[in-house]
Nanobody, 123 residues
């Protein structure tokens, strides 16, 4: 089982930035598509970005496009989500998830999940 750990959440003012990390142990993320999700209170979980291991393609939800950037560091076995120009509506628990990625593009489903990290945007 792939163990995922998120870190980097916290409290930031509107317009500020956070950098989330998703690290894995025992298995290399180079073979896994990794997605970032978030769930705000009272709302459904939303997939906001993914990094495909198969063809290195990247996608973003329209709600974060232009503000968030996903990247991978193979040497550190980590995937990052740089979040800039944060808004109060970005407040949520952020999760990373991974799945073996053999086809083109990001996985359709994910079977390995981290515990989540809270990101709060407030003045």
């Amino acid at each position: 089982q792939l163990q995922l750990v998120e870190s980097g959440g916290g409290l930031v003012q509107p317009g500020g930035s956070l950098r989330l990390s998703c690290t894995a142990s025992e298995f290399s993320l180079d073979y896994y598509g990794v997605g970032w999700f978030r769930q705000a209170p009272g709302k459904e979980r939303e997939e906001i970005s993914c990094f495909a291991a198969s063809d290195l393609s990247i996608s973003y939800a329209s709600s974060v496009k232009g503000r968030f950037t996903i990247s991978r560091d193979s040497a550190k076995n980590a995937v990052y989500l740089q979040m800039n120009s944060l808004k109060p509506e970005d407040t949520a628990v952020y999760y990373c998830a991974a799945a073996l990625n053999l086809g083109r593009g990001c996985p359709d489903t994910y079977d390995n999940w981290g515990q989540g990290t809270q990101g709060t945007v407030s003045a």
